[in-house]
C-alpha cells in the first residue's frame, strides 16, 4: 500500500528509489517546552524549605503531643497535626510541579505566600524580628518571581496525559 506524497505536488518516490528515508510532514522530535529558566528553580526551592520548615513544625509538635505537653483539646492538637502533614505534602508538591513546569502550582505557591506575609507580620511586629524576617523576605521574593515574565512562560503546561502517538 503506498502512502501519499509528503507534498501533494511532488511526485512520491517509488520504493527503488533514491527517496527521502523519512517523510517530510513528520516533524523531528525536539522539545516543545523551552529551557527551565533560573528564577523557577529559585522558586522551587524556596517553597521547597518552606514546606521542609512546615514538616519540621510539625515534628516537634508531634513530639511535643508525644512527651504530654499541655493541650486543651488532645483531639484539636492531634487534627493541628494533621493539618500541619497535609499542608506540608502540598507544598512539596507545589515545588515539584512547578519545577516541572505546571500551570496550576503557580496559583498555589501565590496563596501560600499569602499564608506566609499573614503570620510573617505581626511576627515580625511582635518581638520575634528574626523569625519574621525570615518569613517576610522569602515570601516577598516568592511573590516577585511568580510574575516573572520568564517564570510565566516557562510555567505554562497544562496537567493532562500526554498525546497517544
Do not use: C
Not at 514538616?55 to 512527651?67: I, K, P, R, V
Not at 516541572?100 to 506575609?117: D, E, H, I, S
Not at 511582635?126 to 511573590?143: C, E, K, N, Q, R
Not at 520568564?150 to 497544562?158: K, L
Amino acid at each position: 500500500m503506498s502512502r501519499p506524497p509528503a507534498q501533494p505536488s511532488s511526485p512520491s518516490p517509488e520504493p527503488g528509489e533514491n527517496g527521502p528515508s523519512r517523510r517530510q510532514d513528520v516533524p523531528e522530535p525536539s522539545s516543545s517546552h523551552p529551557r527551565r529558566p533560573r528564577p523557577v528553580g529559585v522558586l522551587s526551592g524556596i517553597v521547597a524549605a518552606e514546606a521542609t520548615a512546615l514538616l519540621g513544625s510539625a515534628a516537634w509538635y508531634g513530639l511535643q503531643l508525644l512527651t504530654g505537653a499541655p493541650v486543651l483539646s488532645f483531639w484539636g492538637a492531634v487534627f493541628t497535626l494533621g493539618l500541619l502533614l497535609a499542608f506540608s505534602a502540598w507544598l512539596y508538591a507545589v515545588a515539584v510541579f512547578l519545577f516541572r513546569g505546571f500551570r496550576w502550582p503557580r496559583a498555589g505557591a501565590l496563596v501560600a505566600q499569602l499564608f506566609v506575609l499573614t503570620i510573617g507580620f505581626p511576627t515580625l511586629t511582635g518581638g520575634y524580628p528574626l523569625a519574621g524576617l525570615a518569613m517576610l523576605v522569602p515570601a516577598a521574593v516568592s511573590i516577585v518571581l511568580l510574575f516573572n515574565k520568564r517564570v510565566i512562560q516557562y510555567a505554562s503546561r497544562a496537567a493532562g496525559s500526554p498525546p497517544a502517538l
